[in-house]
């Protein structure tokens, strides 16, 4: 035995220093997707069913994945789960009816060596099944992509509706982030622009702008269709923005002048923020909400994006040329998008807050309006404007791909993106 | 004797004795294949490691020398430069270091000389005397041998001044035989694995990770260990498979370990 073990040590110590190391570096030339499996285990039901093609359609939204599904009756060893890195998926994702009739486990395998990643035990929330897999994908992303998810986002926008004999009408619909389950939330029968999301992620709302025939008031409305108005002085009443902390919110009015103005509610007090001769429009917070950006027109009649500061109380400007509207602030990349026209077509532009540095983001025909963000920073929703229609499309800024979510022919416009809420049928 | 020896020792002895001494021969030969094993990888591992792609890609000029088996030239190899940096000023100080051993000597001896002559307290006082004066000399003389490579080094600083600056890439890349066979090589492999290196659409573009094989005598890859993650499961598993669809590597390559860094 000792005359074996010394004869095995050797000949492993000789083994050892037999390798070397060559170090390379491999730049990609081109992109592939990564095989992503679903599987449901145990008796094939058509919500577990359901529900699985829910993440697969979520997850082949964002061009990154090759989703399959598929059911098997169980899951006895390691050695099934390593069947499926052989079929050539390194990631499966499990999904099985849990314990309790509003519970879904789920776990995330890599294949390779059959070591559970991340499972939970989801516990139902909302009544419907494809809130349950937006969950369920919010919940698996982070571990996939090191980001945040932002599939049970929802995606606010006002749709125009021209019935024969009628004058022209625009409602307020939701839909999910793929343009989806699309609701419709306000129909009256005015014209409702501009809405916006809230800031509270336990009960989510929105607030829209109604044109009545004395002013244009702001309406707040929740997911089911109850509305309020919360802002009813003469003349503009519209745009609100909300804190991140959801204290402080800024909107536009006029309030009977010639000029909208923006306004700050905090704590029940009404403070007039800007007090000049232009228009002040599409406030948005910056994230310590320590700063606004907003546009102005101040200057020729030509609108600039300006940042507001709370502190000082003075304003500075941002965009030094062109015609500049519908700031929209991400915290994650600590950028501003905005519209601009460029030849007389609006486009897209991002202005870096640390850099300083504008760069443009779409160049093709068609006016790109009322930009917002996706919760995770990677996508940027705005309205396409063409001669006969106007469509909703999402740009994945890393990619570069554009998806259209609404139909060609209808007429959509004021997208908002919501921030992730805990339950939608809350509210 | 040895013939004696055996004829004495019982049987049972006898072949216990022969496979001792088989043993002994074993682990012997063992240990000197060990040590040319580990002469031979030194080499080896060294050029490996010292091309430098990035300078190879600046569309430098490579010229290669095949007399010679490797050149450590500036352009081509930086990690070489650091690893075998004995500048030229050293070795010089160390010959005049010698030197000045040796005069130190030479006086010694002379000293030795008048130390028979004079008397043994007397020559003690003297020795005492003497010897700071002698590291006082050698202090000057390295004094000026310090200001003599100054000036020199001023009047190459001169000329390097005369010459016309050239850019980085016009500089050639001399390369020897060891070197060349190493680019060719990291050549081959490169080529191999940005076959199947395909990462998803869509993410942060300074990702990276480094992915650690081993190749196994067939030409496939035995092992893949994710050394350095990017943070990004789906890119790190992108990588694995792209690492995993390597099948029949050179033949160069088999039975080694290889890290690489899979960019975006």
């Known amino acids: ?427 | 004797m040895l013939r004696w020896r055996c004829k004495v020792l019982p049987k049972l002895r006898r072949h216990f004795f022969w496979c001792k001494l088989f043993f002994v021969s074993i682990i012997g030969h063992l240990f000197l294949l060990f040590g040319l094993l580990f002469a031979y990888k030194g080499t080896y591992f060294s050029f490996a490691v010292t091309i430098n792609r990035s300078a190879l890609g600046s569309g430098a000029p490579v010229v290669f020398l095949p007399f010679r088996k490797t050149v450590k030239s500036a352009s081509v190899v930086s990690s070489v430069q650091k690893r075998n940096k004995k500048p030229k000023q050293k070795s010089n100080k160390k010959t005049v270091v010698k030197k000045l051993a040796q005069k130190k000597i030479v006086q010694k001896k002379k000293k030795k000389n008048a130390k028979l002559k004079t008397l043994a307290v007397k020559k003690e006082a003297v020795k005492v005397a003497k010897k700071p004066k002698a590291k006082k000399s050698s202090k000057n003389k390295a004094s000026r041998v310090a200001h003599k490579k100054a000036e020199s080094k001023k009047n190459i600083e001169k000329v390097v001044q005369t010459q016309p600056v050239k850019e980085s890439g016009d500089q050639p890349i001399y390369v020897g035989q060891l070197e060349m066979a190493a680019i060719q090589m990291q050549d081959e492999m490169h080529q191999e694995v940005s076959k199947s290196w395909k990462p998803p659409a869509g993410l942060p573009k300074d990702l990276q990770c480094c992915v650690k094989i081993v190749v196994d005598w067939n030409g496939r890859v035995h092992e893949a260990i994710v050394e350095k993650p990017s943070g990004v499961l789906m890119y790190d598993i992108s990588a694995r498979t792209a690492v995993a669809k390597l099948d029949e590597l050179p033949r160069w390559a088999r039975g080694k370990e290889f890290s690489i860094t899979f960019k975006q």
């Open chain 1, 1 to 427: 035995m000792k005359t074996k073990s010394f004869f095995s040590f050797f000949v492993l110590f000789f083994l050892n220093f037999s390798v070397f190391a060559v170090d390379l570096q491999v730049q990609a030339q081109q992109h592939a997707k990564v095989k992503f499996l679903i599987c449901t285990v145990g008796k094939k039901t058509a919500k577990l069913e359901a529900l699985a093609n829910r993440i697969q359609k979520d997850f082949l939204f964002t061009n990154q994945f090759a989703v399959s599904c598929r059911n098997i009756s169980t899951l006895k060893n390691k050695s099934n789960v390593k069947k499926f890195y052989n079929e050539g998926f390194p990631l499966v994702l499990f999904l099985k009816k849990g314990n309790g009739r509003k519970a879904i486990e789920w776990r995330l395998y890599d294949t390779q060596d059959a070591s559970m990643l991340v499972g939970k035990n989801y516990i139902k929330r909302g009544k419907k099944l494809d809130e349950w897999g937006h969950h369920i994908a919010d919940a698996v992303w982070p571990t996939l992509t090191g980001q945040e998810g932002f599939f049970s986002t929802k995606v606010a926008y006002c749709k125009e509706v021209r019935k024969p004999g009628k004058k022209l009408l625009k409602h307020v619909y939701i839909a999910d982030f793929d343009g989806s389950n699309e609701k419709l939330l306000v129909s009256t029968s005015t014209i409702n622009v501009a809405p916006r999301w809230n800031r509270d992620p336990d009960k989510p709302l929105l607030f829209y702008s109604e044109h009545t025939n004395k002013n244009v008031r702001l309406v707040m409305v929740n997911m089911k269709g109850h509305r309020k108005v919360v802002a009813n002085f003469d003349g503009i009443n519209m745009l609100p923005a909300f804190s991140p902390d959801g204290k402080q919110v800024v909107f536009c009015a006029s309030r009977g002048g010639g000029s909208c103005q923006l306004y700050l509610y905090q704590k029940g007090i009404l403070k007039k923020l800007t007090d000049n001769s232009g228009n002040n429009i599409s406030p948005t917070f910056s994230d310590d909400s320590k700063s606004l950006f907003y546009c102005c027109d101040v200057r020729n009649r030509c609108p600039q994006i300006y940042k507001y500061n709370f502190e000082t109380g003075k304003s500075e400007r941002l965009t030094s040329s062109g015609y500049c509207v519908s700031p929209s602030f991400c915290a994650k990349k600590n950028q501003l998008a905005y519209a601009k026209m460029v030849r007389g077509t609006m486009q897209l532009f991002l202005h870096d807050l640390s850099t300083k540095k504008d760069k443009q983001l779409t160049f093709d025909v068609g006016n790109k309006e009322e930009c917002s963000w996706s919760s995770c920073g990677n996508y940027l929703l705005f309205a396409v404007e063409t001669r006969k229609e106007s469509r909703l499309a999402m740009l994945n800024l890393n990619s570069n791909e554009r998806k259209f979510i609404t139909a060609g022919n209808s007429v959509c416009c004021y997208p908002a993106w919501s921030s992730p809420y805990s339950n939608f049928s809350a509210g």
